[in-house]
């Protein structure tokens, strides 16, 4: 190839890209800012009439996958790899988009379990599908291009979501493979992240994450500790995919229509906000207030372990949610509850190495993971993270919660 039509293949490909990235990365910010504001308000209600807006919402979501769209049921993530993977066309984007964002609000609004990472990846990637059909109308040709444009999307609105420019690009694309990642699809999916990144800052400038972790001076005996919490936060991970997969096989052999599983679903939960005396409704975003204190470890190992159980029966169900939002807790609570074994070490420090653990073995993204983190906590020495995200990753590595296309 001659260096003439080699700078214009390359000149072609940053402004196709760069050009889709940028309506990409606007259009995933404005769809993770208003999820987020409807999902806040709907929390506010469910907070007032608690016995009334899980039924409600079971009742949404079993309408949604029995009549309109049983893709809109799960995690999302299953069938954006499947799709991206596949380097396949989505059938149907905009049926799947809508029907998979009033699943995805019912759920986490209404009946108030799971997080949003896992329906983003597929709402992105939907959105990103549509984008393009709009394109060509303009003789803008991707259809050759299926998988960059799958994870372009997806990045994007992982990125607005996590406040995560670099770690939302490389999380998108790191999810889809066992092993190498596909550098064909990185650059454009770390570009479309880091647009989204910025329009959401410019949309919600008051979003930004402020929360800075500044890791002490570790000694070798420090570091063999974290090991060891980071081999424990692994083998949770692997805990949480047995009873994952054991709950959809259950939920999946139920003598009962999908129509009515996440209104059964809901009837559990409403029987534990009125008899346990615990608040389930803690997220994410709660996490950074067990920084300060360890809990008592009875209150810890409930919330744990009622936490994960309710997640993922929600989501076996056929409620639309991710399971990231909960493995972060389950880490850090973990990492919280070792503070009373491993009291040397700083407690956000447990907590940081538990969740990077987790995430990595469950996840199959240890790559991600370290940077998602450097990104979110500020943090000034990446070390504990790694250990976490490489420890767990290895212990993850023959399984994790998502399905593959080999």
């Known amino acids: 190839m001659s260096s003439r039509i080699f700078y214009k293949e390359i000149s072609q490909y940053i402004l196709k890209w760069t050009g889709f990235s940028l309506i990409v990365g606007f259009l995933g910010a404005c769809l993770v800012y208003s999820m987020e504001e409807f999902v806040t308000v709907l929390a506010q209600i469910r907070k007032v009439h608690y016995l009334l807006t899980p039924l409600i919402g079971g009742g949404i979501v079993g309408l949604i996958i029995y009549y309109i769209d049983s893709r809109a049921a799960g995690l999302g993530t299953n069938i954006y790899i499947s799709y991206t993977k596949g380097n396949t066309n989505i059938h149907q984007p905009i049926k799947l988009f809508l029907s998979k964002i009033l699943a995805t609000q019912a759920t986490l609004g209404l009946i108030g379990f799971g997080g949003l990472v896992g329906p983003l990846l597929l709402l992105g990637s939907s959105l ?18 299926a998988r960059v444009v799958s994870a372009c999307g997806a990045a994007a609105t992982v990125g607005s979501l996590l406040k995560a420019p670099l770690g939302g690009g490389i999380f998108a694309s790191e999810i889809l493979y066992k092993s190498a990642l596909d550098y064909n699809e ?3 999916a770390i570009l479309s992240s880091s647009f989204g990144y910025f329009f959401y ?24 500790l974290l090991v060891v919490v980071a081999l424990i936060c692994g083998l949770l991970g ?38 346990a005396n615990l608040d389930l409704k803690i997220n994410i975003t709660e996490v950074t207030e067990l920084f300060s204190d360890p809990l008592p ?16 029966v929600v989501i076996s169900s056929g409620g639309s949610a991710a399971v990231l939002n909960v493995a972060i807790l389950s880490g850090a609570i973990t990492g919280n509850m070792l503070y ?21 073995s469950i996840a199959n993204v240890p790559l991600a993971t370290i940077i998602l983190f450097t990104e979110v906590f500020n ?3 990446v070390l504990p993270v790694v250990i976490g995200g490489i420890v767990g990753f290895l212990i993850g590595r023959p399984r994790t919660v998502f399905e593959y296309i080999e």
């Open 128 to 145: 990103a599908f549509f984008i393009r059909e709009i394109l060509e109308l303009f003789r803008i040709r991707l259809y050759k291009e």
């Open 186 to 188: 990185l650059f454009p």
């Open 201 to 224: 800052k410019f949309i919600s400038p008051t979003s930004q994450s402020e929360i800075i972790i500044n890791f002490p001076q570790f000694q070798v005996a420090d570091l063999m």
């Open 238 to 275: 692997q805990f949480f995919i047995s009873l994952f997969n054991w709950t959809n096989n259950l939920f999946s052999t139920l003598p009962i229509q999908n129509l009515f599983k996440p209104m059964l679903v809901s009837c559990i939960i409403i029987l534990f906000y009125t008899r």
């Open 297 to 312: 470890i009875k209150l810890a190992v409930t919330l744990l372990l009622l936490k994960i159980l309710l997640t993922i």
């Open 340 to 360: 009373h074994i491993f009291s040397s070490i700083p407690l956000p420090t447990l907590m940081i190495v538990g969740s990077a653990a987790t995430i990595a």
């Open 379 to 381: 943090l000034n020495s």
